[in-house]
Every structure is written in structure tokens, then in C-alpha cells.
T-cell receptor, first 116, second 111 residues
């Protein structure tokens, strides 16, 4: 069964450092998302991406965050200058359609980011 | 902004008992999805509901979408230890590009 893959599974970084989280969505999917989950809490929307541009972003997704699809297969999330409160599990997801039939989100296993 | 709340936050049941989680959106939804997240895992899609008043069943799980398309429920009959995890609803509104996840209900099943 096709799956979304994410790397790294765990990243530890110092406050102020840049971090790039990588995702390979399912190959025929068109919509890509980043969500994050602080331990034990809800799954929070960060950003959605379609047709090589951001479709929608949340208030969390400020100027420190950026996304890119550099080569047609990878989908990356960059945090420019990490803060302690960025510590969370970051999930990448993809879907074939937007909201309608086949709009189910397929999630990767997540990248745990720890900011010290 | 749009909010999606779930109750209860936690539920402990004895194996064999029933379980229900309720999901309420502050805005009318186009559709709603349900996900299950096992401890230490990632959300896994269970089902999508689209029509007002829709009811769908998957074995021991029954999903319902409210008439006003602002609320939904998930009912599990005769829980098993394999049902342990957090259940999230996720609402989609036409014109947006995101699913907003509910606050989740964490289910523990005692054998």
C-alpha cells in the first residue's frame, strides 16, 4: 500500500537553529499538508500546498516557517530559527483531492522535533 | 476562527462496554472525517461523512453526521483492547484547503 514517508524521525536542535523536515507524499496525490501535534494534544493545521504554492496557512505558520516542493517528489517544511515552543511532532499528509471523495488524508509517521 | 471540540476528553471503559465520542463544530461543515491515532502513532483515516443525517457503520463502529452538519458522533459497540487510542474528528469547509481536527477523545479499554 502506498504511504507517506518522513525524515528524520527525530531531530534534536538548539534554539535559534534552522531545521528542515522532509516528506515524500504518495506519488499520485496533489494536495500536501503539514500538521503538528504537541505531546498529548490535538493535531493542529499548519499549511496546505497545491500546484506548487501555498493554498492556506494557519496563524501558527508565521514568517519563520516555509514549505517547498523542490523536485516533484519531496515536500519540505523549514523552520528558520527554532524556538522552544516549536518542539512537537510534525506530520506530513497528502490527499488525492480537496475535501471531496478521495479527500482522506494519508499521514506519515511524523518527525519529532525537540528544541533545547 | 473555526473550532472543533470533542467530548469527552478521556474515557476509560471495561472491555465489552460501549463508547461514544461527540464532535461539535462552530461552523457548518461540508464533510467530516474520523481518524484513529494509536499511542505513539500517526492519525489513520477511518471514514468520511458527507450528507446531512448520514449514518455509516464499520463492524462495531457507527458514525453519524448531524442534520445541521455541525456535529458528529462515533459509537463503538462492545469495545476491545484493540480499540485503545485517540479518536479525532476532522471537519472540512467548502472554500478552504484544510481539515480542522477536533480536540480528540482518548479511549482506554481495561481488560
Amino acid at each position: 500500500e502506498p504511504e507517506v514517508t518522513q525524515t528524520p524521525s527525530h531531530q534534536v536542535t538548539q534554539m535559534g537553529q534552522e531545521v528542515i523536515l522532509r516528506c515524500v507524499p504518495i506519488s499520485n496525490h496533489l494536495y500536501f499538508y503539514w500538521y503538528r501535534q504537541i505531546l498529548g494534544q490535538k493535531v493542529e493545521f499548519l499549511v496546505s500546498f497545491y500546484n506548487n504554492e501555498i493554498s492556506e496557512k494557519s496563524e501558527i505558520f508565521d514568517d519563520q516557517f516555509s514549505v517547498e516542493r523542490p523536485d516533484g517528489s519531496n515536500f519540505t517544511l523549514k523552520i528558520r530559527s527554532t524556538k522552544l515552543e516549536d518542539s512537537a511532532m510534525y506530520f506530513c499528509a497528502s490527499s488525492a483531492t480537496r475535501g471531496g471523495a478521495a479527500g482522506e488524508l494519508f499521514f506519515g509517521e511524523g518527525s519529532r522535533l525537540t528544541v533545547l | 476562527g473555526q473550532q472543533v471540540m470533542q467530548i469527552p476528553q478521556y474515557q476509560h471503559v471495561q472491555e465489552g462496554e460501549d463508547f461514544t465520542t461527540y464532535c461539535n463544530s462552530s461552523t457548518t461543515l461540508s464533510n467530516i472525517q474520523w481518524y484513529k491515532q494509536r499511542p505513539g502513532g500517526h492519525p489513520v483515516f477511518l471514514i468520511q461523512l458527507v450528507k446531512s443525517g448520514e449514518v455509516k457503520k464499520q463492524k462495531r463502529l457507527t458514525f453519524q453526521f448531524g442534520e445541521a452538519k455541525k456535529n458528529s458522533s462515533l459509537h463503538i459497540t462492545a469495545t476491545q483492547t484493540t480499540d485503545v487510542g485517540t479518536y479525532f474528528c476532522a471537519g472540512f469547509t467548502s472554500g478552504t484547503y484544510k481539515y480542522i481536527f477536533g480536540t480528540g477523545t482518548r479511549l482506554k479499554v481495561l481488560a
